[in-house]
């Protein structure tokens, strides 16, 4: 074990993930088991699959400053300012919107500064060029004059932590689930997670995008080139259950989340994340209702986040 990997397992995440069934009536009566993958237990500051998507990116890094993208409520910037605090590393977060720059911060870009993440905030067309190492160099101009001088050589992970090697941290999650279920259904922003999920699982895994637009499964085929050189798995979208777009809800979504977690919050000490997880969950048991699965089936909902904890 190297001395990163010793200093990760230091902060004793909980893998392998539990793996929890759950007695809900609409799967049962069908004949179908459900259980919950509780990725959202892993470590209470880099919950779900924000920690298997930065575990090997983070020893890459190996100490240098990492820098990396988001939007003004995003889990990714969160997850990273906190590694970095717990870790000790450095990290910048470039955050789209360059009017939030007057504003308060809220509570998630607040908790990324208190965690010591020096924050740019970039207006939307420069957001989009972030890609282009000309612009990012322009931005890093704008490093505050910290006394740091580390930042030449910063180790950039892309907007929401996906590239091959979050993906290829993220195919622990389907190993974990070899064997134990028939189908895993994932919640998919940037289709990462599910890219890796799906390369280490030998069951069938079933996306529920969370934005509108139809374009995540090339993105995840091209995640999956870049990690395996080529597909892996056997995986699929579902596109019904976006609710409008990324962190769009409808009252039946919240309607349908509030009554999960009536039914199962309780027992299973568990709350739903509005964004991603409820999607996830309310495709799953339409498709239940549906009849998609025959009787039988073992199906693993991965519970990838919490909700943001609220100040
Ligand atoms: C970030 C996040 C996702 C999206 O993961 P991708 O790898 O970008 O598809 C899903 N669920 C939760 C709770 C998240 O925070």
Redesign the pocket.
Known sequence: MNAFDLALSRLRPRLPSPLEPVDDERFTRRGLRLLLKRD?LIHPDL????WR?LALNLREAAGRPVLTFGGAYS??LRATAAAGRLLGFPTVGVVRGGELADRPLNPSLARCAADGMRLLFVDRATYRAKNDPAVLARILERLPEDGYDGYDDVYAVPE???NAL?VRG?AGLGGELRGAADVAA??????????GLAAGFDGRTLGVP?LKGGFLGGEITALQEAAYGGPRGEWSLDERFHGGGYARTTPELDAFARDFERRHGARHGLAI?R???AKMLHGLVTLAEEGAFPSGTRIAAVI???PEPRP
């Open positions: 959202d919950p779900g699959n924000k998507k889990n990714h929401g932590g996906s979050a993220c994932v919640a998919c922003g940037t289709g990462g997670t599910l890219a969370v994340e964004l991603y997880v990838t986040g919490a």
